[in-house]
């Protein structure tokens, strides 16, 4: 696989000493180094606060991980990220989500087949996606379903996976 399109080097594991530390954090977390963090390594402190941030949204939250997963594929449908989307697939099967739910998010409006939190939650990430801003309506419909910390949770998912995916696409990482 050639990586020639990739806008800044890649660092490869084990080359650089002063990384061992955040390597062997990416290891124990990811179980190997991708293409997205040997391109983080370039810079320790933000590969560092990237593996931090992204472990607690993925792992340390109460949402549910088919809710989740949704909102991470979406965002890369609505980003044009498709390294991201291929890379959570595996996951989002792990989660629970048919190939016609997973799929299903690649249209424009996806609307069947999907629960109303489903969709309810594909709206959030749209608006966020798309608008930045939220409009009041939807916030309150988002708080009633799923409080104040699951809120924040779902929000920085959505926020988290919009840096995913505007970073893999600015460096051009690709397969």
């Known amino acids: 696989m050639s990586t020639d399109h990739i806008r800044v080097p890649l660092v490869v594991p084990g080359t650089a000493p002063e990384l061992a530390d955040i390597e062997a954090k990416i290891l124990s977390e990811r179980g190997r180094i991708s293409l997205l963090y040997q391109v983080l390594l370039n810079s320790k402190p933000i590969a560092q606060g990237w593996e931090a941030m992204l472990t607690a949204v993925r792992n340390q939250t109460a949402i549910d991980p088919a809710i989740r997963e949704m909102v ?8 044009k990220a498709e390294f991201e989307f291929d890379a959570h697939i595996p996951h989002a099967v792990k989660a629970g989500l048919s190939d016609a739910k997973i799929y299903g998010l690649r249209e424009a409006q996806p609307e069947h087949g999907y ?25 309150k419909k988002v708080r009633e379903v799923y409080g104040v910390k699951e809120t924040v949770e779902l929000v920085a998912t959505v926020a988290a996976y ?8 600015a460096l051009n990482i690709s397969h």
């Open 162 to 169: 919009n840096m995913v995916s505007r970073f893999l696409v």
């Open 72 to 79: 991470i594929l979406r965002v890369a449908v609505l980003n």
């Open 115 to 139: 629960t109303d939190e489903e969709r309810l939650v594909i709206e959030l990430t749209d608006r966020m996606t798309r608008d930045v801003a939220v409009p009041e309506a939807l916030m």
